[in-house]
């Protein structure tokens, strides 16, 4: 494993438009620093939640807000995704189906609450 990249694994891995996707670190903290909004997913007694919330990115740890009270009351062990998504610009159309993303960037993580 490159020290530069994140490991891709089974779970982590895009499958539509591979190509386009980026495992280098740069790059995913590139879109982590300019993102101030998340989506933290996670499942508790086997119902699934995604809350949106502020974060802040230092080294490798990222800082969740929120309080241990509120449905973020993440415990420690328990696996969470926490996505950043940037929207550079969009193309409208007439019909909600034809709208389209373009300069779409995000970061997905996949870990285990500290």
Same mark, same amino acid.
């Given at each position: 494993m490159d020290a530069d990249h994140y490991r891709r694994t089974e779970r982590t891995q895009v499958r539509r438009?591979?190509?386009r996707a980026a495992y280098d670190r740069a790059t995913v903290h590139a879109i982590l620093d300019e993102g101030f909004i998340c989506h933290?997913?996670? !499942?508790?007694?086997?119902?699934?939640? #995604?809350?949106?919330?502020?974060? /802040? &990115?230092?080294?490798?740890?990222?800082?969740?807000?929120?309080?241990?009270?509120s449905r973020l009351g993440?415990?420690?062990g328990?696996? !969470?995704?926490?996505?950043?998504?940037? #929207?550079?610009?969009?193309?409208? /159309? &007439?019909?909600a189906f034809h709208h389209s993303s373009k300069g779409l960037r995000a970061a997905a993580t996949h870990l285990e609450a500290a």
């Open positions: 438009l591979p190509e933290v997913g996670f !499942v508790v007694d086997g119902q699934p939640f #995604v809350v949106p919330t502020g974060y /802040a &990115r230092v080294g490798e740890t990222l800082y969740l807000h929120g309080s241990t009270e993440l415990r420690p328990m696996d !969470v995704c926490v996505t950043v998504t940037l #929207v550079d610009g969009l193309v409208l /159309a &007439r019909s």
